[in-house]
């Protein structure tokens, strides 16, 4: 994580708070879940093409805000603890993958 980045992650703790920011994550991936869920509605052809555009651009904003909220939980809970939590996830679905 750039130093520019971490700076913004604790400005937004020092104005807004930890328990803020949890929820937002909170909110962050219930947004996500709409917009994918509106993304698998847009193959059964009852969205016009335009409509299919502001489903893609949605989807991609809401990605982006659950992105950042990601790293912002690195933030606040260490990089290093995500890291190894993150390895120790990989190796498991690599396990899974060969079975």
């Not at 949890?22 to 193959?43: G, H, N, V």
């Amino acid at each position: 994580m750039e130093e520019k980045e971490t700076n913004i992650y604790q400005q937004t703790i020092d104005k807004w708070g930890e328990t803020a920011q949890l929820d937002q994550m909170i909110e962050e991936m219930a947004e996500l879940t709409l917009a994918i869920s509106k993304y698998k509605r847009q193959f059964n052809d009852s969205l016009l093409d335009y409509q299919k555009v502001g489903v893609m651009e949605n989807l991609y904003v809401e990605i982006a805000d659950v992105k950042m909220m990601i790293e912002q939980m690195e933030y606040m809970f260490g990089q290093e603890n995500v890291d190894k939590a993150y390895q120790k996830q990989m190796e498991k679905l690599k396990r899974e993958l060969n079975n």
